[in-house]
């Protein structure tokens, strides 16, 4: 009886379009990977898809222990999992394999796990535990201060693992903290700094320092009515200039070389089409080569001739834009945003604050991956490698969105009763 009412519980809606979503998924790992040649099935373990297959069964086994734990387990122990994921990713520093540049992966025998992947579902656990804490004031500076602790502390050990794309993710959480009261004004600082970042690389140094120059000295005329606000518009005058001044440490200390490449190719998307641009340039050709209604399934010839890297993983959109077309890629893009509007939908209605924080970081979270993991593919981002959910090849990420998901479908699934705090 009780399993009955879970079931009933359920949003199949969601679970409907995480189905599509992982079945058509594997079905574009296979074009991705296919080779006429070679003459192997779909379920060929010598193929990307074969061994994707063996993921998504296992995924299955964990949408089933999910579903069988208490859902007040999940409340009760975020902390206890953040822990043990902040724990793995300083281990995977110290004990971790180089893959492509990061030290980000575990590997046991033939297999290789990703703790970032991970540590996205246990940091969406932990913020929503510290958030919803009876009677905390969220827009108090002190409580903000300590919520923005809770992702920058995976961020920073992420980039020192040489993972700049998964650590970047870990921002999209800035959007739970505004949902539970962060000042605008903060968010409007974040977009400033964005702003002037991306000026600095488009506009010679010494002209943007003397337009930061003379916009200080205009609002000290036309805003400032007394000492202090001079003074706080003058500060603010001399921060922005320092920080177009750090601009350059940025690019040459903190990022790596092909990271800078990619930026600065983004800036300027001819400045290396053989180079540095060829990933980029080769994923445009794929996409747009497929038309209105694509070449047909197996038939991408940009696909079977390898010109896009990584397209079994970050860019599988581009297999989809090639075989599929105009039509297929809308319709992938639509079932996503049905998605994330369904997700929205399912965290305002829950009657525990603790679930619905904690939905709102599942959106944050996929929402990111989504739009920028196609962002890059067409050229609207710098390439930073990160899947597309539920549809790139992976064990890791495929689980990792997993386990997000369903952990919030099981919430909402007992949304009626409200979690008890110990």
Aim: aromatic content about 14%.
């Amino acid at each position: 009886m009780r399993n009955e009412s879970l079931i009933n519980s359920l949003d199949w809606q969601v679970i409907l379009i995480y189905l599509v979503l992982v079945f058509a998924g594997w079905l574009n790992i296979y074009a991705a990977d296919y080779d006429p040649d070679l003459n192997q099935g779909i379920l060929s373990l010598q193929m990307s898809s074969g061994k994707q297959l063996i993921w998504i069964i296992t995924s299955l086994g964990i949408i089933t222990f999910i579903m069988l734990l208490d859902f007040r387990f999940y409340d009760s122990f975020a902390y206890i999992i953040y822990g043990i994921l902040i724990a793995l990713l300083i281990g995977v520093l110290l004990f971790g394999r180089e893959v492509a540049g990061s030290k980000s992966w575990f590997e046991i025998g033939s297999m290789r796990l990703q703790p970032a992947e991970f540590t996205k579902y246990a940091t969406a656990l932990g913020l929503a535990k510290f958030l919803s804490k009876p009677l905390r004031q969220n827009s108090e500076l002190k409580n903000q201060m300590i919520g923005f602790a809770f992702f920058l502390v995976p961020m920073a050990l992420i980039i020192l693992q040489g993972d700049l794309g998964s650590a970047m993710v870990f921002g999209s959480l800035v959007l739970v903290m505004f949902r539970e009261g962060m000042h605008p004004l903060i968010l409007i600082v974040g977009l400033s700094v964005a702003v002037v970042f991306l000026l600095t690389l488009l506009l010679n140094q010494t002209v943007l320092l003397i337009g930061i120059t003379v916009l200080t000295l205009l609002f000290v005329g036309l805003m400032a009515k007394s000492p202090k606000k001079i003074a706080i518009i003058l500060l603010l005058g001399v921060v922005t200039a320092g920080f177009v001044k750090s601009v350059d440490f940025i690019l040459t200390d903190v990022l790596k070389p092909h990271q800078q490449q990619r930026v600065m190719q983004l800036l300027n998307p001819n400045r290396d089409p053989l180079g540095a641009g060829w990933q980029v340039t080769q994923s445009k050709i794929a996409i747009g080569s497929g038309g209105w209604t694509g070449k047909g399934y197996l038939q991408g010839t940009q696909t079977k001739f390898n010109f896009v890297p990584d397209q079994t993983t970050d860019n599988i959109f581009c297999t989809v834009g090639e075989e599929h077309g105009w039509f297929g890629s809308i319709l992938l893009v639509a079932a996503f945003t049905y998605l994330f509007l369904r997700l929205i939908f399912l965290a305002e209605r829950q009657k525990s604050t603790f679930a619905r924080i904690y939905g709102y970081g599942v959106v944050s979270i996929m929402f990111f991956h989504f739009a920028f993991n196609i962002a890059m593919t067409i050229g609207l981002f710098p390439v930073i490698g990160i899947p597309l959910p539920f549809f790139s090849y992976g064990g890791s990420a495929l689980w990792g969105f997993t386990i997000l998901l369903f952990t919030f479908l099981k919430l909402d699934a007992h949304r009626m009763q409200v979690l008890e705090r110990i």
